[in-house]
């Protein structure tokens, strides 16, 4: 990445990111980078077991107890995050997480509105605004009618609703990085589109990590990642990547989208190489077996890719 | 090959299927879409025989499979499987996958001696593009992807004439898709077999099948496209 | 976090191991037979660990002689309430008259005050180590039953029993095959802790002069000091030891069920 004169709103560095099994080490991530400015959206695309929630994890600072993240370095706006309880305060406040599915995601036991002024008392605001801001949050996330939502359970609201809910809660904070998992699934088009304009309306100047497998989100993003087995292979701006991609494994995702024709990419080959891709990559040759990942620079992409 | 005749069937009052009818020849991919909850998993249900109609009739291959005086006939439906939405769900949670593959073929008489059955298995694993370590393996120690390659793997080794996907795929994400439904198309047609194919995915069912249909806000099947 | 867990587990182990060596090999611990003649109401020796009793046995070798037959009522008892258990607990899970019917004994069973009930029967029936270990297990199940009942009735609601059926298998072969093996942390927890409640049981039973009197139990090693005189002598070791031998036996029961449950809170493969 070529130096800019602005300090990024969000910087990602990692050597590796394994877990400890009961029998020897399994390395989730490795050499992952990437940086952000305030208000860029990234969309990280990978298969499901490709290290895109450890991701998220890392940064959040929630990995399970077994993994453990080695190296590398993690910065906001110019300084390295902190870890441990000072993490945990910047957690739901500048730092905020949208999950896959709301409703599993909200408390069960608490109304909506408590689980509001629980994120509100973050801000260190004046408790006797709750009310107004929680209806406030409410309408920004996209409810017209508040008061119909504020003393409901979890339980009680469909999984738009819900959704939108976690949306609201996101919203009481001064986001400066904002991570969302897989958050359109289960939504049409009408819908995908509507929790674009919501984040961009909520969260101006945050930076958003958009975890997806759906390349139309992806589409909708101003820059790409994509990631299999836990290796970078492609990065650049979405526009370059989607409409001409040049690493075989994201020229295979596309492919198996609905709208190209739904191509597989089955097993070609047995063996096992530093490359995560080599047992489905159509154009894997000898070289690949024991070459190392060498970066090609085009324009804005980047990809990694033992043969050339 | 396979024919439904006016199946009727409603929960407590609420009616979940209005008179459908459907015919599906051999060797074709059915589409069902419509919107959740409107009676597609039940009609996957009733010619599973998990649920009984209550009215109509069923005819596999011309011989009646069920009605709403004859009970399922559990031999004859054999020949129709299912795959469902939770790649996990159909696993029993303690019993290795070797172990489940192996009870199938030794209950279904199968093969005729031990090395048959390995080879077997073997066949299917290769086929279903998962490595043979996975036979050792716990549902939970594997990936949702895998789990689904799994069981449909069970289906197929009773060489079923229909296969059902009810949301089999909406829990995987877009290459696991299209390399199960290849995967699917290419062992289920070939052998004169048929796939009904259920999704609320309107851009999905319209891509991969034949003929699809839907169901309206009456619980009625309707053709929606050829 | 592996090392943590396992202390349970050790301590359990020792202390069931110890008594299993009392009851199988009790030449181990004393060198006196159960009959042997000494004076009466001796105390606290070296060369009789805790006296003797009102007819002049060693005491020490009566309780370790009694490991043996209050270990064989209280296992054979549970492992019978396991299998009563299991068996009217499924059967209390089928649909139509038999779930009922199983059910309903199941419901009864349950309000029945089961101490008294098992006291009158005891008084009846007679006192042979046979006659207990019946009893003490009809009035046991219960328990395993209910819990077994309702993991049965939650595995019914889980697709894979119902993709069982479309696969083709019978219901018997279901039940054998995929129903009772994820039964049995279930069973194996219930037993650990059933051992416990049956020894108490028997210990019970055998206090109150029920048990089988030519083959003491720790029970019954407390009726005789208690009906023959220990407290006037003075001799509290008498009424002492059994008990803490019990309360023993059944912390190591609980160490080792401690360990199970904590086992299977952990997650594997992650």
Redesign the interface.
């Known amino acids: 990445m070529a130096a800019t004169e602005i300090i990024s709103a969000f910087s990602y560095a990692c050597d590796t990111i394994s877990a400890k099994l009961s029998r020897g080490e399994r390395v989730l991530l490795q050499d992952v980078s990437f940086s952000l400015s305030s208000g860029e959206r990234l969309a990280v695309i990978g298969e499901t077991g490709s290290g895109k929630t450890m991701l998220a994890l890392s940064i959040l600072g929630l990995l399970p107890a077994n993994v453990r993240m080695q190296g590398g370095c993690i910065q906001m706006d110019g300084t390295a995050l902190p870890t441990g309880k000072q993490l945990q305060t910047l957690r739901g406040d500048k730092l905020v997480y949208i999950p896959q599915n709301g409703a599993e995601f909200l408390l069960p036991a608490r109304t909506v509105r408590k689980q509001l002024y629980d994120s509100l008392k973050k801000l260190s605001l004046p408790q006797k605004e709750f009310p107004q801001l929680a209806a406030e949050k409410l309408r920004l996330a996209g409810f017209d009618r508040p008061e119909d939502v504020l003393d409901k359970y979890s339980f009680q609201l469909s999984g738009g609703m819900a959704q939108r809910v976690t949306i609201a809660l996101a919203a009481c904070s001064r986001a400066r990085l904002l991570i969302a998992d897989e958050p359109t699934n289960g939504l049409d088009e009408a819908g995908r589109a509507q929790f674009f304009a919501l984040l961009d309306s909520i969260f101006p100047d945050a930076a958003k990590l958009i975890i997806t497998h759906d390349i139309s989100v992806a589409a909708r993003c101003d820059r790409v990642l994509v990631l299999c087995g836990g290796q970078m292979l492609e990065t650049g701006t979405s526009a370059a990547v989607l409409s001409a991609p040049r690493h075989p494994y994201t020229k295979a995702l596309l492919a198996a989208q609905v709208a190209n024709g739904m191509q597989p990419s089955p097993i070609l080959r047995e063996g096992v190489s530093g490359c995560p891709f080599y047992a489905r990559c159509p154009e894997a040759d000898a070289g690949c077996l024991n070459g190392a990942m060498q970066k090609h620079t085009v324009g804005m992409s980047e990809w990694w890719c033992c043969h050339a | 090959m396979l024919e439904i005749k006016n199946c009727c069937k409603s929960f407590e009052n609420q009616t979940v299927l209005q008179d459908v009818s459907l015919t599906i020849p051999g060797g074709s991919i059915i589409g069902v879409s419509g919107a959740s909850g409107i009676g597609k998993s039940t009609l996957a249900k009733i010619l599973c025989g998990v649920t009984a109609p209550d009215a109509g009739e069923i005819f596999l291959d011309g011989q009646l499979l069920v009605s709403e005086k004859s009970n399922y006939d559990r031999r004859w439906g054999l020949a129709i499987q299912m795959v469902y939405q939770q790649p996990y769900a159909t696993l029993d949670p303690s019993q290795k996958i070797g172990a489940g593959l192996r009870e199938l073929i030794s209950y279904h008489r199968l093969t005729k001696n031990k090395q048959e059955t390995e080879k077997l298995i073997a066949d299917i694993l290769a086929q279903m593009q998962l490595p043979s370590k996975i036979l050792a393996h716990l549902p939970r120690q594997i990936s949702g992807g895998e789990a689904q390659r799994v069981a449909l793997a069970r289906c197929l080794l009773l060489s079923p004439k229909l296969l059902i996907l009810d949301e089999a795929t909406s829990m995987l994400d877009v290459s696991t898709q299209a390399n199960l439904l290849a995967l699917v198309k290419a062992q289920m047609l070939p052998n004169g077999g048929s796939v009904l194919f259920i999704s609320h995915d309107r851009a999905l069912t319209d891509f991969y099948c034949d003929t699809v249909y839907a169901f309206d806000e009456d619980h009625r099947l309707k053709e929606v496209r050829a | 976090?592996r090392k943590k867990g396992l202390l349970p587990l050790i301590l359990g182990l020792l202390l069931l191991l110890m008594f299993a060596l009392a009851a199988f090999a009790p030449e181990f611990f004393t060198s006196y037979s159960q009959k042997e003649l000494f004076t009466k109401w001796l105390p606290i020796s070296r060369e009789h660990l805790l006296g003797t009793n009102a007819m002049g046995y060693d005491i020490f070798t009566e309780l370790v002689y009694g490991t043996r037959q209050t270990l064989l009522v209280g296992v054979l008892s549970s492992i019978l309430t396991l299998i009563l258990g299991a068996g009217i607990g499924i059967l209390g899970s089928f649909r139509g008259w038999i779930g009922q019917l199983f059910n309903g004994l199941i419901q009864i069973f349950v309000l029945l005050p089961k101490l008294i009930t098992l006291i009158v029967l005891a008084t009846f029936f007679g006192s042979s180590a046979v006659h207990l270990i019946v009893l003490i297990a009809a009035f046991s199940w219960v328990g395993t039953a209910r819990a077994v009942r309702a993991k049965v009735l939650q595995l019914h609601t889980?697709?894979?029993i119902?993709?069982?059926?479309?696969?083709?298998?019978s219901r018997a072969?279901i039940a054998v095959?995929?129903i009772l093996?994820?039964l049995?942390d279930v069973l194996l927890s219930r037993f650990l802790l059933g051992v416990n409640s049956c020894i108490m049981m028997e210990s019970t039973l055998s206090f109150l002069g029920l048990g089988d009197l030519y083959r003491p139990t720790w029970g019954t090693m407390v009726n005789f000091a208690y009906k023959r005189g220990a407290f006037l002598r003075g001799a509290y070791q008498y009424l002492l030891a059994p008990g803490v031998c019990v309360m023993l036996l059944c912390l190591a029961f609980y160490l080792i069920s401690l360990w199970l449950t904590a086992r299977k809170e952990t997650i594997?493969?992650?």
């Open positions: 976090m889980q697709p894979f119902e993709s069982c059926r479309i696969l083709g298998y072969h095959r995929h093996p994820n049995s594997s493969e992650g």
